[in-house]
């Protein structure tokens, strides 16, 4: 596609619940990018990948965050056991280059009732 | 200290003034620099990179860098209602490659007409 397209766009689920946000980045960008949003917060940095591996990890919250990219592309941020502080809006971007410029998705609204 | 300081404002100004937007950054090994704008719920959108001290101007818009002094700034000249929404002053984590984008908490600008 011609822009970065994340899914879903909201979700709703209940404390303790697992939940999966999907990335699927612009077409040939090597480096995508995980933030975090909370209302009337900065982008809180997660993940970085470049190609497939995660050379920076260092702001994924705790253990119950990860994250995956395969062939390069698409990526997988998984949440296991959430919890209410996981609400926020979850952004991914994609660049080009290495410490690019980002190119961000319109986010997943996350909500944890 | 935070790795990226914005003054969250807000900053109002009148239509057709110039506005500025300040950041300052505490990694003095940052190579670039990034301005986006964010609209209320809706995703940061990049306006201005970069790279070199000076001055680098896009339009009506102006970024200047200031590597000696960790500082960069924003200026938007003939402001208009429509820039009204929050700037986002984002730095490199380092100057290695595979780095992140670190971002402030942004600045609030309203225009009014």
């Known amino acids: 596609g011609a822009g970065v397209s994340q899914s879903p766009s909201n979700k709703v689920t209940e404390k303790g619940k697992d939940v999966e946000l999907r990335c699927d980045p612009i077409?040939?960008?090597?480096?995508l990018y995980w933030y975090r949003q909370s209302l009337g917060q900065g982008l809180e940095f997660l993940i970085y990948f470049q190609g497939n591996s995660a050379p920076d990890k260092s702001g994924l919250p705790s253990d119950r965050f990860s994250a995956e990219r395969t062939g390069g592309s698409v990526s997988t941020l998984t949440i296991q056991r959430t919890q209410q502080e996981d609400s926020a809006v979850y952004l991914c971007?994609?660049?080009?280059?290495?410490?690019?410029?980002?190119?961000f998705g319109d986010g997943t609204r996350l909500s944890i009732l | 200290q935070k790795e990226v300081e914005q003054n969250s404002g807000p900053l109002s100004v009148p239509e057709g003034a110039i506005a500025s937007l300040n950041c300052t950054y505490s990694?003095?090994?940052?190579?670039?620099f990034f301005w986006y704008r964010q609209y209320s719920g809706k995703s940061p959108e990049l306006i201005m990179s970069i790279y070199s001290n000076g001055d680098k101007e896009d339009g009506r818009f102006t970024a200047q860098l200031n590597k000696a002094s960790q500082y960069v700034s924003l200026l938007i000249r003939d402001s208009q209602p429509s820039d009204s929404a929050t700037y986002l002053c984002a730095v490199n984590r380092g100057n290695q490659a595979g780095t992140a984008l670190i971002f402030g908490k942004g600045t609030t600008l309203s225009v009014s007409s």
């Open positions: 971007a994609s660049s080009s280059s290495i410490g690019g410029q980002g190119h």
């Open positions: 990694d003095r090994g940052s190579q670039s």
């Open positions: 077409s040939g960008h090597t480096a």
